[in-house]
DNA sequence: TATAAAGAGGACTAAAATTGTCCTATAAGG
DNA sequence: CCTTATAGGACAATTTTAGTCCTCTTTATA
């Protein structure tokens, strides 16, 4: 069981590798995918993901490219996770839209809701600055 | 995104309805299904993986069948995931067996090293005996 | 303004994981 | 020895995830 999912892997790898030297640049795919070692168009997606989430900002033509829009301190594991591989949820009764028939007389929820929340926290509680910082 | 799949659910119910009107008794796949609405087969192959896991114990032949063979209290979520679903990883590297070329050298290790213990003690720190206790 | 360098977006395929079913074997009670 | 139950493996179906490819649009610049 894995709760970061390859998209997630590779974006986060983009992010840091973009956060790390910020020069401002417009980084092009071909470039963090080689870096990054990640198959590109696949990239190229999970990069437009996050641009819809506001966490990049793409520029299309020659020069163009993804470039953060926000500074790295704000944006949490949880923002990538969620914009590439959707909401976080312990199980499906929780998943937005989805909900369960069941959900008001099930013994499961009442702690699990708990936990739910604990996870979120947990991701939303490791930034990308902090994965950008080199180690000592 | 789901944390906590079909078979550990299943499993989850099946473990909350021997747990609740606690006989001693031994409990038929067949009932179970019925009263937890899974499928019959399935819940009996997620239920032999909770009894290779020392969880539940079962029983051949006419009144045989399911029982468990711990106090509920002593069952904690993160063990029926475990036994169930396999080991809670929050991402491949971090696997049992398949660990991370890169492990060493990977700035991403660091923060969620924390968060996989996190969410291990989480799903400790809930068991069988709260998930079946009576709600107010 | 033509060209080339990017990303946008959708269709599609491939692969893997998950869920579910079925068949035969084995154990045990009556 | 018959019936009830699980054990276990093979298999099928479904769903999810990953990855590729083709065409379109945008835009810098020669």
Do not use: H
Request: charged letters at 30%; a positive charge.
């Amino acid at each position: 069981m894995e709760l970061i999912r390859r998209n997630t892997d590779y974006a986060l790898r983009a992010l840091v590798l973009m956060a790390k030297d910020r020069t401002g640049d417009v980084y092009v795919v071909t470039r963090l995918a080689n870096e990054a070692r990640v198959p590109e168009d696949f990239l190229r997606k999970t990069l437009q993901r996050l641009d819809k989430a506001g966490i990049i900002e793409s520029k299309r033509g020659p020069k163009g490219g993804f470039q953060l829009s926000k500074d790295p301190a704000r944006i949490s594991v949880l923002d990538v996770m969620e914009a590439v591989q959707g909401p976080l949820a312990v199980n499906r009764c929780f998943l937005k839209d989805i909900g369960c028939d069941n959900f008001n007389r099930c013994e499961l929820k009442e702690k699990l809701i708990g936990a739910q929340q604990d996870m979120v926290d947990l991701f939303k509680s490791v930034t990308i600055r902090e994965l950008a910082a080199e180690r000592g």
